[in-house]
DNA sequence: GATGACTGCCC
DNA sequence: ATTCTGC
DNA sequence: GCAGAATGGGCAGTCATC
């Protein structure tokens, strides 16, 4: 029913909306404006605007800037051709908008005209800024009133900002969009906020509908291409300093105190007054810049991404100096992930019945997670027909299903129906592997998170066509680390050291056996609504077994808790970190449960479960994001007896509650000292050093080989310190002063006890004898 | 060519 | 990875 | 229980610099 209202309203925007603006010209955007428009004439002067403000910079700390910056401008647009033609071939014959009030008045006809075409909308009631909740009765209240429901939903804060059907998307309504959705803590206003951006694009600009999207996600592309904004804090530190004349500490010092570099960013384009109507950023535009920043690779390439970070800065107002500052760090950090812009999107497109919707976009998202192939499908067939042109198929990663922690075996009785039965499987210590054998043979390979890891697994490759039964797959499985001599698993540990990128399959250090243990898809089927037991037969029937490469993942049925504890320990005596237990029944849909799948490890287990070390707190960070003006971290010791000094052994970021936190920087503050004593043995500096007075309880589920810490150096490695895998807060030990922590002793002896290192340890034994 | 800082991606 | 928290 | 956002260790890869 509303399928086909929405699939005319993708195919023909023009029809449905902008009834005065469109239909009257029916032109491309293009030509839309004519020449001499008012609109074409503003364009042209914020053009020149733009250039004087950069030549005008105040701040040229180094004399090439002015050069860099004629170079980028043209550079940028080259790039943008595609973007914003008019632009780019206006620059030269533009003339000389010399009136600074000339400009501001056609902004005033650009929006009441705006307003005029837009629709018979009725005028906003008059209201004064209101609070959250007033925001939110005024749009309830609207909704009631409507006539039609996209015109009256339209949110009060996009309403000033000129936006023409036909123009591009303006950066500044999801500027605006996101910064609403930061403050709202209501998820299901926040998906409302977006999907109504969500629906003006595709009203207004429906090519902009895919930059939106990634935008909203802070993505670039489907993860499987691999693309990289080789962007991070320092190289942000640096482009912040160059944009606002200020040093690189000056910057670091507010992004401290601030606990948001996107923040610090906004503050800053504040502070500059600019003289000029800067140009106009367009979510294309910045969609564009962002790739562009990624694509740049190679010699000074980093001066360049600078300078486009810079470029885009200049244009950038308010919110959205933030915003393009919050992309580049990779957190949007609005409350407002992935599950809501799908949400989002599917309301958008059908909000007659959003939920029916949502379950289709999000069901298609998890078997082709690619807005690439989702949204063009989207737009020519509508909702109601997306599943059948996104299918799975292999070739495309789909998301894996992924695993709840359970504190007890209890826990998973309680979870699953013990009548039907689940199996207990070995989790192994590796890196998922999704495998995929397509039609024409092809094998490829991808991580958890769907990037393309074919590259880094030759051998996977060239033993999956080798065992293979059927014509085409996608296997779900643990590639783990294999000594092929003694033919036992290594530790994780050693798994990462092995390349990336593997130009020669004789090159490979560290072999991997391939633990499969479900099927997704075989032979032109999709296995994802079976249940468990079925895949895990056509899994069976599908491969050969060949030891040390590709083998099933132990496991056993169960029906009670005394198999699983048996099981469990049996799993830890294998060297794995312990069970994955899958209802027999289930289905491998992650859209309905992306959790649906249990683990039990020892260090889960509250009793007597996984190491706890009581570690001294000699440091402590800043916090960041809903931590700012706390501590968000700390850093830890163990008490080396032997050396009378504090060795570092860990950081910790996770464990307490917002309160403990508070309590715990209040407490923690008076001890802060300028430098550290002389005593503490580190190799890595906190924000803050601290008086050694605290001892905290800290759990983990492993000890490892660090190149980070301290603890117990030499005793377990020459120079090598030793670290805690996954450590997390557990309680506060008042009864302990620093002396009572965790010896270095102590620390050498739980890292050799561990199971894999014992296992190690008893075949370096063997081997020996021989 | 070596080194170190930084980044992204595994867990 | 682990953990906490608002909805 | 979901979804999101805090935070951990440690590796290879990349780029700047020496």
Known sequence: MSQRSITSFFSKPSQKI????????????????????????????????VDEEDEQRPSSTDSTENEIDDVVNKENNNDNIKVDKEEDTEVENSFDGNDKNTDIQQEEVETIKEECESENEKKPEKKPKSSEKSKAKSSKKKKKAKISPKKSERPKFLDNIPWKAGDP????ALAATLSEIEQESGRLKCIEYLSNLLRLVMERSPNDTLPTLYLSMNQLAPASEGLELGVGESLLFKALAQATGRSVNQIKAEAKSKGDLGVVAEASRNTQKTMF???????????????????????????????????????????????????????LRIGLAEQSVLQALASACDSENSQLAADIVKTTYAQCPSFDKIIPNLIKYGVDNLLDHCPLEPGMPLKPMLAHPTKGIDEVLKRFDAKIGFTCEHKYDGERAQIHLLEDGTVKIYSRNQEDNTIKYPDIVSRIKELTKVKTAIIDSEAVAWDTNLKRILPFQMLSTRKKK???????????????FDMLYVDGESLVTKPLKERRDRLRQSFEIKEGEMVLATGEDAHDADTVAVLLDK??????????????????????????????????????????????????????????????????ACYDSENEEYQTICKLGTGFSDEQLDKFTEILKPLIIETPKAYYNHKMSPDHWLEGQIVWEVKAADLSISPAHTAAAGL??????????????????????????????????MYKSQEQVQALNRNEDNSEDY
């Open 571 to 636: 799993a830890i005596k294998d060297s794995c970190e312990g069970l994955m237990l899958k209802a027999l029944d289930d289905t491998y849909e992650i859209a309905k449960r992306s959790h649906s799948w249990l683990k039990l490890k020892k260090d889960y287990l509250d009793s007597a479960g996984g190491d706890t070390l009581d570690l001294i707190v000699v440091g402590a960070y800043d916090g960041t994001g809903k931590r700012t003006g706390r501590f968000g971290g700390f850093l830890l």
């Open 169 to 172: 998307a303006p950066y500044e």
């Open 716 to 749: 377990v490695h020459e120079e090598k310190g030793v670290s805690l895998r996954f450590p997390r807060f557990v309680r506060v030990r008042d009864d302990k002063k620093p002396e009572d922590a965790t010896s270095a002793e102590q620390v050498a002896g």
């Open 502 to 516: 593997v130009d020669n399959v004789g090159d490979i250090k560290v072999q991997v056996c391939v633990y499969a």
């Open 277 to 331: 109507q800067p140009k106009r950023l367009t979510i294309q535009s910045v969609y564009s810049g962002l790739r562009q920043i990624a694509e740049m690779t190679g010699n000074s390439s980093m001066n360049k991404k600078i300078d486009k970070i810079r470029f885009l800065l200049a244009s950038a107002k308010d919110s959205e100096a933030k915003f393009v500052i919050r992309a580049l760090t990779g957190k």
């Open 18 to 49: 902008c009834t005065s603006a469109v239909e009257k010209k029916e032109k491309s955007p293009e030509s839309i404006i004519p020449e001499d428009s008012p609109i074409k004439q503003q364009r042209k002067r914020r053009r020149i605007y």
